[in-house]
């Protein structure tokens, strides 16, 4: 085992040295250029004044040259200047708001797997009653509802109308003179919405997931053995079946990462706040090619470690899965 | 920044006219505002770089406005007047212009304000080391320098109009950048200015929060403090503006008149309405054959029904557009061809210029090519979809088959745009303060690079053009662009569609909003609330 994962790991590198290259040759083929951004369409712009910038920005130099300085930066963890007015480092801009994503994430992937797995469970074994019906068609709803739609109109409700919650944003314009407890609150308050509408969506197609692969393990033989052997039904379900019927769901999970990462683009614009996914979307549409390539290795990173984790995970629930 | 920038517009900010505001009545209407209180303004996207001419974008500018000031500005009636500078003079010949500044203004570090100060600013922007996208303002200065302390300088090759607005670009410290690189300098991210407001915090991605300047030049402004926080989605902000978390907002034509009709918000909320500083426009590329007799042009204005449009984009929200200037500017010329909506004559003019319906197939050919042609426009701005979608349906039924193609931004601007590679396109314009119109009507201006998309060619517009960068007596180059508006309307590079209104509502509790040709935002720093309505 420490053999493959070393293999893995070491497998990883010229992954993500293929994703870098990839994607920054088809970044660079969209049209448009970060200056035109800046000049595009602007009377007052002289033919110099574009070039000018260009040169500012490296933008006169051939393309295979740009990508082999990018890449030297990189091997020291620099992903350079933004193209964008501010020019700050790219990591700096990164920095300062990858927390908040990956804490909306992981909370809503934690409340994700409490809530699908009893949930696909009591489907799985409910079938055919009121209660699975309505808890199907419960789900499928919520599967179906566009997460914008959803966060709108749960800040209508809670934000406007009672009142309870804020509207949007992360801390309240108060927020520096509040003591760390209260802190806390404002935040937690800041972030109930935003945690649930990026997990009402997951909750629905992960219980599904859960509900069909339970309802194929529940078809296995040695499901049948262990009734035949008079083992109370609860212990069955919980120690044989469940575990089993949660092998596939790792992979999904894993796979999930990008998912959760590209979601964020829109509930974070919705509720205004400052994370990457916002950042994003500006810098695609600024054509900001550093902060986006910063942002697509962070990505695809976590995308790896992500599956890796799927396959560790793989082995801790079926002993049988070895790897060499 | 208040020099005349006139970029392609998607979001019109605060641009106005002398309308009769929409405004109810205030209950305590006579109480004067005190010292004290908060604005928090809402802003589509937050602030790139704080040192203005680094920044291209509104968000900058709309704090940087706050912070610094420029040796000129436009007021309410958009006449230049002094800002920093005291008076300025400019020489008969209009070569040169002579500003004298205001004595014992301080930067907000407490050193005072000198003619050094300017001479560095344009030293800065000239500097071809400096990323700036202004620096093509300053192209026709000579020489420019601090003749005394407070005696500011500066010297053109040749006479040049629009330039003493020009002198609207924020003054920079020069004891805080000098020998320094400017795009490392911390000031791009805490500005030091001149201005009613210092600069206090920046939560990126989230708010910018000012305090007030006790020292400010004019006195100090009555609010403690702006906040401009970033709101992203347009719907998010109307409902924080709902619950009053927001004192200042823009809003879109169907949140103005539909969803702002409410008690909620009119209650608490004074709606304003002005023409905004841009225009929509139909153009036409005049190289495709297609265009180039002027009845077939003519037609299409005829058969587009511009009432009709305003009504059903911009829910009445705008007025028609006869040419590059709004209609409450001094520079407007309304006795111009108008082009009312008249299908009939339309077909007039389309027989006359030999096309006719042979096929029976509903659409006009001529030398058995039909009159068909596409339509480009980009994605992300419905008003121009909806417009392009209504055309159609009008130049359908006088026997023209446009089909509308609708691009990502970038893509339709490199790929189609510049390289003229298009039939017609839906486009606005925004209208700068200063009427000179080279850039975009000028012959010389048809090269890829060039914003003559339209490939416009009249030597009397080219000789008109020139001539009004040259006159600097007001009343002769009014009749000059007059002029120009004519020749327009009568060559039709373009059908002029619509100036729609800019839509902002402001909290009651602040007075002092006075709607003038300038906008609302012009003397933002001096609202103010009343003790009793404070509400931060």
Same mark, same amino acid.
């Given at each position: 085992m420490f053999y493959y994962l070393s293999r893995r790991i070491i497998a990883m590198i010229p992954v993500l040295f293929g994703i870098t290259l990839i994607s920054f040759f088809i970044i660079n083929l969209a049209p448009g250029e970060p200056t035109d951004m800046q000049v595009e369409l602007n009377p007052r712009i002289t033919p110099e004044i574009i070039e000018k910038l260009r040169k500012h920005y490296d933008l006169d130099k051939p393309i295979h040259v740009r990508y082999i300085k990018w890449l030297k930066n990189l091997a020291t963890l620099d992903f350079g200047k933004s193209l964008t007015p501010d020019g700050r480092n790219v990591m700096d801009k990164i920095k300062e708001r990858i927390p908040l994503t990956i804490t909306i994430n992981l909370i809503s992937m934690f409340i994700i797997i409490i809530f699908s797995i009893p949930l696909g469970v009591f489907v799985s074994t409910h079938r055919g009653t009121i209660r699975e019906r309505l808890t199907t068609m419960l789900s499928f709803f919520f599967y179906s509802i566009p997460s914008f739609w959803l966060a709108i109109v749960l800040i209508m409700v809670f934000g406007v109308y009672l009142g309870w919650l804020p509207v949007s944003g992360l801390k309240s314009l108060h927020y520096g003179s509040l003591s760390s407890v209260q802190k806390f609150f404002d935040l937690a308050k800041h972030l109930l919405l935003p945690i649930l509408v990026a997990s009402v969506g997951g909750i629905a197609a992960f219980s599904r997931y859960v509900s069909s692969n339970f309802d194929d393990v529940i078809k296995q033989e040695y499901i049948l053995l262990a009734r035949a052997k008079g083992i109370p039904e609860r212990v069955i379900l919980k120690k044989h079946a469940l575990k089993n019927a949660l092998i596939p769901v790792i992979t999904i999970l894993g796979l999930s990462v990008p998912g959760l990462i590209s979601g964020s683009v829109i509930f974070e614009s919705i509720f205004a706040l400052p994370g990457m996914g916002q950042l994003l979307y500006q810098s695609v549409m600024a054509r900001d090619y550093p902060t986006i390539m910063g942002m697509l290795v962070i990505t695809s990173f976590l995308t790896l470690i992500g599956n890796l984790l799927a396959d560790i995970g793989y082995m801790i629930a079926d002993p049988r899965i070895k790897y060499r | 920044m208040r020099t005349t920038i006139f970029f392609l517009c998607f979001v019109m900010f605060f641009a106005c006219k002398a309308d009769k505001p929409v405004s109810v009545s205030n209950k305590s209407g006579n109480l004067k505002p005190d010292y004290g209180d908060m604005l928090i303004e809402g802003s589509i996207g937050d602030a790139?770089?704080?040192?203005?001419?680094?920044a291209s974008d509104s968000a900058s500018h709309q704090v940087a406005d706050l912070v610094y000031n420029g040796l000129v500005k436009y007021d309410e009636n958009l006449r230049i007047v002094g800002d920093l500078a005291e008076s300025f003079t400019v020489s008969k010949d209009g070569m040169k212009i002579v500003f004298k500044l205001r004595k014992g203004v301080k930067w907000h570090d407490g050193k005072e304000l000198t003619a050094d100060d300017c001479e560095f600013t344009y030293k800065l922007i000239t500097n071809p080391e400096t990323p700036t996208p202004y620096s093509g303002d300053f192209v026709m200065v000579k020489n420019a320098y601090a003749k005394d302390k407070y005696t500011f300088v500066v010297e053109y090759k040749e006479p040049f109009a629009p330039a003493i607005s020009s002198w609207g670009v924020s003054i920079v410290p020069k004891h805080l950048l000098e020998g320094q690189d400017v795009t490392k300098s911390p000031l791009q991210r805490s500005p030091i200015g001149t201005g009613p407001f210092i600069f206090k915090s920046w939560q990126q991605g989230e708010k910018i929060e000012l305090k007030y300047n006790d020292e400010y030049f004019e006195g100090r402004p009555y609010l403690n403090g702006v906040v401009f926080r970033v709101i992203p989605d347009m719907a998010t902000m109307f409902l924080e503006l709902k619950s009053e978390n927001v004192d200042f907002s823009a809003l879109t034509p169907v949140q103005y008149e539909r969803?702002?009709?409410t008690k909620k918000i009119t209650e608490k909320f004074n709606k304003y309405k002005y023409l905004a500083f841009a225009y929509t426009y139909f153009g036409f590329?005049? %190289? %495709?054959d297609l265009f180039k007799d002027v009845r077939v042009r003519k037609a299409i204005a005829y058969a587009i029904d511009k009432k009709e449009i305003i009504k059903g984009v911009l829910l009445g929200l705008g007025e028609e557009a006869t040419g590059p200037y709004k209609p409450d500017m001094e520079w407007y010329n309304g006795n111009v061809e108008r082009y009312e909506f008249n299908p009939e004559y339309a077909k007039k003019l389309l027989a006359e210029a030999? =096309?006719?319906?042979?096929?029976?197939?509903?659409v006009l050919e001529k030398n058995g090519k039909p009159l068909r042609f596409t339509v480009l426009t980009n994605q992300g701005n419905d008003a121009r979809i909806k417009t392009a979608e209504i055309i159609q349906r009008r130049l359908k039924n006088v026997g023209i088959d446009m089909k509308i193609l609708v691009l990502e931004w970038a893509a339709f601007i490199k790929e189609f745009v510049s390289k003229r590679r298009f039939d017609a396109l839906i486009l606005g314009w925004t209208i700068p303060q200063d009427p000179d119109l080279f850039d975009i009507w000028h012959s010389s201006k048809m090269d890829a690079r060039g914003l003559n998309h339209y490939s416009y060619s009249n030597p009397e517009v080219d000789r008109l053009l020139e001539l009004g960068r040259k006159t600097v007596d007001k009343e002769k180059r009014r009749k000059i662009y007059f002029k120009v508006q004519e020749i327009l309307a009568d060559d039709v590079p373009c059908v002029f569609l619509y100036v729609p209104y800019a839509l902002p509502v402001v909290h009651k509790r602040f007075r002092g909003v006075s709607p003038m040709p300038a906008g609302?935002? =012009?003397? %933002? =720093?001096k609202w103010g609330v009343p003790r009793i309505e404070q509400k931060y």
């Amino acid at each position: 085992m420490f053999y493959y994962l070393s293999r893995r790991i070491i497998a990883m590198i010229p992954v993500l040295f293929g994703i870098t290259l990839i994607s920054f040759f088809i970044i660079n083929l969209a049209p448009g250029e970060p200056t035109d951004m800046q000049v595009e369409l602007n009377p007052r712009i002289t033919p110099e004044i574009i070039e000018k910038l260009r040169k500012h920005y490296d933008l006169d130099k051939p393309i295979h040259v740009r990508y082999i300085k990018w890449l030297k930066n990189l091997a020291t963890l620099d992903f350079g200047k933004s193209l964008t007015p501010d020019g700050r480092n790219v990591m700096d801009k990164i920095k300062e708001r990858i927390p908040l994503t990956i804490t909306i994430n992981l909370i809503s992937m934690f409340i994700i797997i409490i809530f699908s797995i009893p949930l696909g469970v009591f489907v799985s074994t409910h079938r055919g009653t009121i209660r699975e019906r309505l808890t199907t068609m419960l789900s499928f709803f919520f599967y179906s509802i566009p997460s914008f739609w959803l966060a709108i109109v749960l800040i209508m409700v809670f934000g406007v109308y009672l009142g309870w919650l804020p509207v949007s944003g992360l801390k309240s314009l108060h927020y520096g003179s509040l003591s760390s407890v209260q802190k806390f609150f404002d935040l937690a308050k800041h972030l109930l919405l935003p945690i649930l509408v990026a997990s009402v969506g997951g909750i629905a197609a992960f219980s599904r997931y859960v509900s069909s692969n339970f309802d194929d393990v529940i078809k296995q033989e040695y499901i049948l053995l262990a009734r035949a052997k008079g083992i109370p039904e609860r212990v069955i379900l919980k120690k044989h079946a469940l575990k089993n019927a949660l092998i596939p769901v790792i992979t999904i999970l894993g796979l999930s990462v990008p998912g959760l990462i590209s979601g964020s683009v829109i509930f974070e614009s919705i509720f205004a706040l400052p994370g990457m996914g916002q950042l994003l979307y500006q810098s695609v549409m600024a054509r900001d090619y550093p902060t986006i390539m910063g942002m697509l290795v962070i990505t695809s990173f976590l995308t790896l470690i992500g599956n890796l984790l799927a396959d560790i995970g793989y082995m801790i629930a079926d002993p049988r899965i070895k790897y060499r | 920044m208040r020099t005349t920038i006139f970029f392609l517009c998607f979001v019109m900010f605060f641009a106005c006219k002398a309308d009769k505001p929409v405004s109810v009545s205030n209950k305590s209407g006579n109480l004067k505002p005190d010292y004290g209180d908060m604005l928090i303004e809402g802003s589509i996207g937050d602030a790139s770089n704080l040192i203005p001419f680094l920044a291209s974008d509104s968000a900058s500018h709309q704090v940087a406005d706050l912070v610094y000031n420029g040796l000129v500005k436009y007021d309410e009636n958009l006449r230049i007047v002094g800002d920093l500078a005291e008076s300025f003079t400019v020489s008969k010949d209009g070569m040169k212009i002579v500003f004298k500044l205001r004595k014992g203004v301080k930067w907000h570090d407490g050193k005072e304000l000198t003619a050094d100060d300017c001479e560095f600013t344009y030293k800065l922007i000239t500097n071809p080391e400096t990323p700036t996208p202004y620096s093509g303002d300053f192209v026709m200065v000579k020489n420019a320098y601090a003749k005394d302390k407070y005696t500011f300088v500066v010297e053109y090759k040749e006479p040049f109009a629009p330039a003493i607005s020009s002198w609207g670009v924020s003054i920079v410290p020069k004891h805080l950048l000098e020998g320094q690189d400017v795009t490392k300098s911390p000031l791009q991210r805490s500005p030091i200015g001149t201005g009613p407001f210092i600069f206090k915090s920046w939560q990126q991605g989230e708010k910018i929060e000012l305090k007030y300047n006790d020292e400010y030049f004019e006195g100090r402004p009555y609010l403690n403090g702006v906040v401009f926080r970033v709101i992203p989605d347009m719907a998010t902000m109307f409902l924080e503006l709902k619950s009053e978390n927001v004192d200042f907002s823009a809003l879109t034509p169907v949140q103005y008149e539909r969803q702002a009709n409410t008690k909620k918000i009119t209650e608490k909320f004074n709606k304003y309405k002005y023409l905004a500083f841009a225009y929509t426009y139909f153009g036409f590329n005049l %190289k %495709k054959d297609l265009f180039k007799d002027v009845r077939v042009r003519k037609a299409i204005a005829y058969a587009i029904d511009k009432k009709e449009i305003i009504k059903g984009v911009l829910l009445g929200l705008g007025e028609e557009a006869t040419g590059p200037y709004k209609p409450d500017m001094e520079w407007y010329n309304g006795n111009v061809e108008r082009y009312e909506f008249n299908p009939e004559y339309a077909k007039k003019l389309l027989a006359e210029a030999g =096309y006719e319906d042979r096929d029976g197939d509903g659409v006009l050919e001529k030398n058995g090519k039909p009159l068909r042609f596409t339509v480009l426009t980009n994605q992300g701005n419905d008003a121009r979809i909806k417009t392009a979608e209504i055309i159609q349906r009008r130049l359908k039924n006088v026997g023209i088959d446009m089909k509308i193609l609708v691009l990502e931004w970038a893509a339709f601007i490199k790929e189609f745009v510049s390289k003229r590679r298009f039939d017609a396109l839906i486009l606005g314009w925004t209208i700068p303060q200063d009427p000179d119109l080279f850039d975009i009507w000028h012959s010389s201006k048809m090269d890829a690079r060039g914003l003559n998309h339209y490939s416009y060619s009249n030597p009397e517009v080219d000789r008109l053009l020139e001539l009004g960068r040259k006159t600097v007596d007001k009343e002769k180059r009014r009749k000059i662009y007059f002029k120009v508006q004519e020749i327009l309307a009568d060559d039709v590079p373009c059908v002029f569609l619509y100036v729609p209104y800019a839509l902002p509502v402001v909290h009651k509790r602040f007075r002092g909003v006075s709607p003038m040709p300038a906008g609302i935002a =012009y003397n %933002k =720093y001096k609202w103010g609330v009343p003790r009793i309505e404070q509400k931060y």
